[in-house]
T-cell receptor, first 113, second 115 residues
Framework: DGGITQSPKYLFRKEGQNVTLSCEQN?????MYWYRQDPGQGLRLIYY???????QKGDIAEGYSVSREKKESFPLTVTSAQKNPTAFYLC????????????FGPGTRLTVL | DQQVKQNSPSLSVQEGRISILNCDYT??????FLWYKKYPAEGPTFLIS?????DKNEDGRFTVFLNKSAKHLSLHIVPSQPGDSAVYFC??????????????FGTGTRLTIIP
């Protein structure tokens, strides 16, 4: 079955620790994206990658880092520099076709204590 | 600067009636618009989309209308069913004929269908 997997579903970390969220897709999609959702807010773009070994900052990249070493994988690291890391994180991917939708993973709820 | 706005945070509709969700945008470069449905603690799922060359797109119970002059789009669900209760996000992108363009999302509208 093709899809996007994010692990873990729930993640707890102490303040000051870096944490890496996993995102894997087997849809053969070129582009991958990371969003953050906070209560009462829409999805805000953190980082995106349109091709392997290349990525761009989104609207709220500060305190986050990514890598894209493989087409299937786009891990997101939430660093200690991110002031409000507790949120629901969503990964998405899309193929390089015009007028195409993004497909989302199930999300990871990160809670920093 | 909120480029995509959903001004109604919530909406309640009787089962069987029409649900109308609204979305406004400010960026005239947007040329592709999408609606996503989201349940709590899950990822959004794609519902329906429309490109700027059209003013209407229909898929089963879901119809999206686009008014470019007013920079407004709406999602109509008819008839509304209990399973439609969810948060609905409007999203937009620019330069979509190239593919893989980033999406800008609205803040969402929570739709509750009353049995």
């Amino acid at each position: 079955d093709g899809g996007i997997t994010q692990s873990p579903k729930y993640l707890f970390r102490k303040e000051g620790q870096n944490v890496t969220l996993s995102c894997e897709q087997n849809l053969n999609h070129d582009a991958m994206y990371w969003y953050r959702q906070d209560p009462g807010q829409g999805l805000r773009l953190i980082y995106y990658s349109q091709i392997v070994n290349d990525f761009q900052k989104g609207d709220i990249a500060e305190g986050y880092s990514v890598s894209r070493e493989k087409k299937e994988s786009f891990p997101l690291t939430v660093t200690s520099a991110q002031k409000n890391p507790t949120a629901f994180y969503l990964c998405a991917s899309s193929s390089k076709r015009p007028y195409n939708e993004q497909f989302f993973g199930p999300g990871t709820r990160l809670t920093v204590l | 600067d909120q480029q995509v706005k959903q001004n109604s945070p919530s909406l309640s509709v009787q089962e069987g009636r029409i649900s109308i969700l609204n979305c406004d945008y400010t960026n005239s470069m947007f040329d592709y618009f999408l609606w996503y449905k989201k349940y709590p603690a899950e990822g959004p799922t794609f519902l329906i989309s429309i490109s700027s060359i059209k003013d209407k797109n229909e898929d089963g119970r879901f119809t999206v209308f686009l008014n470019k002059s007013a920079k407004h789009l709406s999602l109509h669900i008819v008839p509304s069913q209990p399973g439609d209760s969810a948060v609905y996000f409007c999203a937009a992108s620019a330069g979509s004929n190239f593919g893989n363009e980033k999406l800008t999302f609205g803040t969402g509208t929570r739709l509750t269908i009353i049995p």
